[in-house]
Every structure is written in structure tokens, then in C-alpha cells.
């Protein structure tokens, strides 16, 4: 995965998901070349937040995405 494929979840309709750890927000959404990707962002304060990880979203992951973003409309901050 690349930079611009991290930046274009972080800056498109992702679904949105509190992080296991406090400060973080996970991120699932699709890439233009239809790729479903996870993103780790921890938060620095002040609504900045940089990307802590990021990679192929696994089959929770892709199931979660599929069933709240696709399926059942837009339903960010669902709880995991």
C-alpha cells in the first residue's frame, strides 16, 4: 500500500471506529482500486491525527466494512 492509498481512506468516507488504545481511531474504507484497507490514526490534540499503522484490512475487518458501510448505510463511531 502507499502513502496517497493511507491519505485517500484518511481524507474519503471511511468507516470510522473507536482504536483499542486510548487517543486512536481505526479507519476502514476502500481505495480507488477497490482494495479495503485498515488505518491506525493516534490523536496529537487540537482534531490533529497522524496515521500509527496501517494495512489490508482482514476478514473482520472486510465483514465489519461490508456490513455497516455497504449494507447497512453510513454508520460511523459503531463500537467494535
Do not use: F, W
Request: charged content about 30%; aromatic content about 4%; hydrophobic content about 35%.
Amino acid at each position: 500500500m502507499t502513502s496517497d492509498e493511507v491519505e485517500a481512506i484518511c481524507h474519503g468516507d471511511p468507516l470510522i471506529l473507536r482504536g483499542q488504545q486510548k487517543n486512536r481511531l481505526a479507519l476502514i474504507g476502500l481505495t480507488e482500486e477497490e482494495r479495503i484497507l485498515a488505518v491506525i490514526l493516534e490523536s496529537k490534540g487540537h482534531g490533529i491525527y497522524y496515521p500509527i499503522t496501517a494495512y489490508p484490512a482482514d476478514k473482520k475487518d472486510i465483514a465489519l466494512y461490508n456490513r455497516l458501510k455497504i449494507k447497512g448505510g453510513d454508520r460511523n463511531n459503531e463500537k467494535n
